[in-house]
């Protein structure tokens, strides 16, 4: 960019001539009216007035200073006591709702045997089905017990790998994704039931992030996550560990210090999912139907 | 030695009358603030370079102050008031550093 003035035309342009905004501010960080002042009358006598009209002027700087510290420091307090009283309504608001959940189970337990004693023996066999393949009702049998926790160091600075590119920071961390590829992974390794930190997943659930947290049916979990899974022991266990995802897991394992452990159970037992509420999808038309 | 007198006594009002600030001129404070600093930064480097001017001081400050709370209260109306205050005290700073920078240079010579 050419230099702007006359005299200089025939100069080289400065070096900083693109960085003008920049050296105008650094350069006249002086008020331009100082300078004209001194201009203007070289020896200006220092009354007691003009002293007093600096002191004024230094009194209210000092005035403005002061108000703003004493205000942020009068606030402070306040702001701690709003953000104590939030963190107690989230507290009484989860315990509420971990209460209603208890409720929703019992309610449901009565639900299940009122329906068993009115249903005939055939009826009953078959609602008991669909209650275990839908996550209606509690479960236990053989399975294995897969425990997963964030590294030792969730601060730790791993490689660059793509876990990288999600919107968590520390790479110690495990992501909602890889909790999801987890339990992919058991269900494709024939896993018949799957609860997360006494979460049963169903058909319904959902794996997902929020903020830093991992939150299964909106329900935020906090590590370790424990992962139980209702299947032929042994080959559950195997299966999933030599599968795409078990070496997924592995990977983590190795790079990014996320500890896992799996182990084979004789009996484990899965509570019933929470919410099963079907708001919109009908039955269509006799079953075995499929309309087109 | 006044003007040192005025600096106490604002301080000291400020601390122990505590006035109120009305919710108003929340905002305005900080913006308030930065313009205070650098109007006493700016007249303590012009008093070392022997060039203070009492009148240039408090017009400038006053000047500053009530420019600076016109450019955000505009903000607020047009709904950048936060990026505005951002401006003007990117801009207000880098003066504070630039006179603080000049004062050292004169108190310690390097």
């Known amino acids: ?292 | 030695m006044i003007a040192v007198l005025g600096l106490i006594l604002g301080v000291v009002v400020g601390f122990f009358v505590r006035p109120e600030v009305p919710t108003a001129f929340e905002p305005y404070l900080p913006i308030a603030v930065v313009a205070a600093l650098d109007a006493v930064f700016g007249g303590l480097r012009a008093m070392l370079d022997g060039i203070f001017d009492d009148k240039v001081f408090v017009v400038s400050f006053l000047s500053n102050v009530v420019v600076a709370a016109l450019i955000v209260f505009l903000g607020d109306q047009l709904g950048v008031g936060a990026q505005l205050s951002t401006g003007v005290v990117v801009v207000l700073g880098i003066r504070i550093f630039s006179n603080v920078a000049a004062i050292r240079r004169h108190v310690f010579r390097a």
């Open chain 1, 1 to 292: 960019m050419p230099q702007q003035g006359p005299e200089r035309s025939s100069a080289r342009p400065r070096p900083d001539a693109s960085m003008s905004l920049l050296t105008e501010i650094m350069e006249h960080s002086l008020d331009d009216g100082y300078a004209e002042a001194a201009r203007r009358e070289k020896t200006a006598p220092r009354s007691t007035g003009t002293r007093l009209v600096v002191a004024a002027g230094l009194m209210i700087a000092a005035l403005i200073v002061t108000v703003a510290a004493t205000e942020a420091h009068d606030a402070a307090p306040v702001i701690a006591e709003e953000r104590a009283n939030l963190i107690d309504r989230v507290e009484d608001e989860t315990a509420e709702a971990d209460d209603l959940h208890g409720e929703v189970d019992r309610l449901r337990q009565d639900l299940e045997d009122s329906r068993s004693k009115a249903l005939d023996n055939e009826g009953a066999a078959a609602l008991e089905r669909l209650g275990l393949l839908s996550g209606a009702i509690d479960v236990e049998g053989p399975g294995v017990r897969l425990v997963v926790d964030d590294a030792e160091t969730t601060a730790s600075a791993g490689g660059d790998g793509p876990r990288r590119s999600t919107g968590f920071t520390d790479t110690g961390r495990l992501r909602d994704h890889d909790l999801q590829k987890v339990v992919n992974g058991l269900w494709a390794a024939g896993a018949e039931a799957v609860s997360v930190n006494g979460q049963r997943l169903t058909a319904l659930s959902a794996i997902r992030a929020a903020g830093d947290a991992i939150v299964v049916d909106n329900r935020p979990l906090a590590p370790p996550y424990t992962l139980l899974a209702i299947g032929d022991g042994d080959r559950l266990s195997d299966t999933f560990q030599n599968g795409a995802d078990g070496r997924y897991l592995y990977v983590l394992q190795e790079n990014y210090g996320i500890r896992t452990s799996i182990s084979t159970q004789d009996k484990v037992s899965l509570p019933a999912a929470a919410g099963l509420t079907v708001r919109n999808a009908q039955p269509a038309g006799p079953a075995g139907k499929v309309t087109s």
